[in-house]
C-alpha cells in the first residue's frame, strides 16, 4: 500500500466551527488531491495540488481551503463547518500526470476521514 | 453536469456469474479510462484502466472493453466471487497538466454464494 496517513480517521463537529483535516505521504509523490465521497455522488474532487504551495480548486471546493507548506502534507481545512460538509474525505497522491508513465502510476488513496457537522 | 454516467448504481450476481458495469461519457478529450475497486471503509484502489486506442484489455477475471465511437466504455468481471462484492467506480482523465479523474457514480456489486 502507497504511504499515505488521514487524520483524524473520525470526527464529529458542531455547525460553524472550523476543522482541518490532514493527508501525510511518504512516498515523496508530487500530486496532492482531496476528494468527498457522498452516497449517489461518487467521488468529488475538492481541492489538489501540484506541488508545494501551488494548489488549484476541483469540482466542489466552495467552503474548503487547502495548503501545502511541504511535500509530505496537505491540510483540507473547513473554515466554518456546515451539515452538507458531512462527508467521508479521501485524500489521494500521484508521482505525476498519469499521461508521463501511463498504466505504471495512478492516485493512490488514503483510507478516508469521516466527518459528522451536527 | 455530470460527465461519466455509470449505471447501473447496484447489480446481484450469483457466484460463478458475469458482472458488467458499463459507463458513458461525453468529453472527447478525456483519454484515460481507469476502474477503482472499493471495498467497505477502505479508500478506492484501481483495478484495470484502459486508453481509447485499444478496445479490450483484460486482467485476469477482469476484462474492459472500450466503443470510442460511442464514448462508451464497460468493466466485465467473469467468474464473478463472494470476494468480488464491492463498490466499483469508473472514471476518465481530462487532459492538463495534473491527473484530474472525473469519476462516475459507482455501482454497488454484490455476488451471492
Known amino acids: 500500500d502507497a504511504g499515505i496517513t488521514q487524520s483524524p480517521r473520525h470526527k464529529v463537529t458542531e455547525t460553524g466551527t472550523p476543522v482541518t483535516l490532514r493527508c501525510h505521504q511518504t512516498?515523496?509523490?508530487?500530486?496532492m488531491y482531496w476528494y468527498r465521497q457522498d452516497p449517489g455522488h461518487g467521488l468529488r474532487l475538492i481541492h489538489y495540488?501540484?506541488?508545494?504551495?501551488?494548489?488549484d480548486k476541483g469540482e466542489v471546493s466552495d467552503g474548503y481551503s487547502v495548503s501545502r507548506s511541504k511535500t509530505e502534507d496537505f491540510l483540507l481545512t473547513l473554515e466554518s463547518a456546515t451539515s452538507s460538509q458531512t462527508s467521508v474525505y479521501f485524500c489521494?497522491?500521484?508521482?505525476?500526470?498519469?499521461?508521463?508513465?501511463?498504466?505504471?502510476?495512478?492516485?493512490?488513496f488514503g483510507p478516508g476521514t469521516r466527518l459528522t457537522v451536527l | 453536469q455530470q460527465q461519466v454516467k455509470q449505471s447501473p448504481q447496484s447489480l446481484i450476481v450469483q457466484k460463478g456469474g458475469i458482472s458488467i458495469i458499463n459507463c458513458a461519457y461525453e468529453?472527447?478529450?478525456?483519454?484515460?479510462f481507469p476502474w477503482y475497486q472499493q471495498f467497505p471503509g477502505k479508500g478506492p484502489a484501481l483495478l484495470i484502466a484502459i486508453r481509447p486506442d485499444v478496445s479490450e484489455k483484460k486482467e485476469g477475471r477482469f476484462t474492459i472493453s472500450f466503443n470510442k465511437s460511442a464514448k462508451q466504455f464497460s468493466l466485465h468481471i467473469m467468474d464473478s466471487q463472494p470476494g468480488d462484492s464491492a463498490t466499483y467506480f469508473c472514471a476518465a482523465l481530462t487532459q492538463g497538466g495534473s491527473e484530474k479523474l472525473v469519476f462516475g457514480k459507482g455501482t454497488k456489486l454484490t455476488v451471492n454464494p
Open positions: 495540488s501540484y506541488g508545494v504551495k501551488d494548489t
Open positions: 489521494a497522491i500521484s508521482a505525476t500526470s498519469g499521461r508521463a508513465f501511463w498504466g505504471t502510476d495512478t492516485q493512490y
Open positions: 468529453n472527447t478529450a478525456f483519454d484515460y
Open positions: 512516498e515523496n509523490h508530487r500530486y
